[in-house]
């Protein structure tokens, strides 16, 4: 059974920097794409950041470009998400996603890329 467990989410100040991560098990993702996505209360969930299987290859939404960074560790079987220089309307729910195709040199900005999802962990940034 394919499980992603996100972790490192919590209550960080405007400009703060917060790391997530997101492990997988159940089976390898080495050569697919993985992906973060988000969910404000209200909103609907948005793109925020993928990468390739091979890593190589990195997708971000205009809204968190030069501030966030996605990285993965294949040996490790994670995808991390450093936030850097946060703002409140980074508040969310972030979960990780992992696609069930090998796409080892790009990947999805849509959600309908992606199979497999985590529960999400809290991110909360005070002005």
């Known amino acids: 059974q394919v499980q992603l467990v996100e972790s490192g989410g919590g209550l960080v100040q405007s400009g703060g920097s917060l790391r997530l991560s997101c492990a997988a098990s159940g089976r390898a993702f080495m050569r697919n794409a993985m992906g973060w996505f988000r969910q404000a209360p209200g909103k609907e969930r948005e793109f925020v950041a993928s990468i390739s299987g091979s890593g190589s290859n990195t997708y971000y939404a205009d809204s968190v470009k030069g501030r966030l960074t996605i990285s993965r560790d294949n040996a490790k079987n994670t995808v991390y998400l450093q936030m850097n220089s946060l703002k409140p309307e980074d508040t969310a729910v972030y979960s990780c996603?992992?696609?069930?195709?090998?796409?080892?040199?790009?990947?999805?900005?849509?959600?309908?890329?992606?199979?497999?999802w985590g529960q999400g962990t809290q991110v909360t940034v005070s002005s």
């Open positions: 996603a992992a696609s069930a195709q090998s796409t080892y040199a790009t990947a999805s900005r849509s959600a309908r890329g992606y199979d497999y």
